[in-house]
Nanobody, 124 residues
Framework: QVQLVESGGGLVQAGGSLRLSCAAS????????MGWFRQAPGKEREFVAG????????YYADSVKGRFTISRDNAKNTVYLQMNSLKPDDTAVFYC?????????????????WGQGTQVTVSS
């Protein structure tokens, strides 16, 4: 029974930064690709960032390249999303998800487990 719990969301002004955390329980993340998704009001859930099982490669949506960084700390069984230069268009519920074992964490990966989400609101 895998649980992913996101934290770190909140209200920030445009240009500010937030770091989201995804803490896992019930499973060691060491061998699994991981990803972050978001869903804005009235829009479908979209891929934001992914990381390979060994942290060797990362993937980003074009809209966040250069601003967001995904990373993982296997010792803490946690995945992070550092978000800088935030824009109002980044406002969404952000979700952490676990992909395949030994996987890539690419946008088309199969994501089997999802967290409950954390709200990020960016004001102008």
């Amino acid at each position: 029974q895998v649980q992913l719990v996101e934290s770190g969301g909140g209200l920030v002004q445009a240009g500010g930064s937030l770091r989201l955390s995804c803490a896992a329980s019930g499973l060691t993340l060491r061998t699994y690709a991981m990803g972050w998704f978001r869903q804005a009001p009235g829009k479908e859930r979209e891929f934001v960032a992914g990381i390979t099982w060994n942290g060797g490669s990362t993937y980003y949506a074009d809209s966040v390249k250069g601003r967001f960084t995904i990373s993982r700390d296997n010792a803490k069984n946690t995945v992070y999303l550092q978000m800088n230069s935030l824009k109002p268009d980044d406002t969404a519920v952000f979700y952490c998800a676990m992909a395949q074992r030994y996987g890539l964490g690419s946008p088309d990966s199969r994501y089997d487990y999802w967290g409950q989400g954390t709200q990020v609101t960016v004001s102008s």
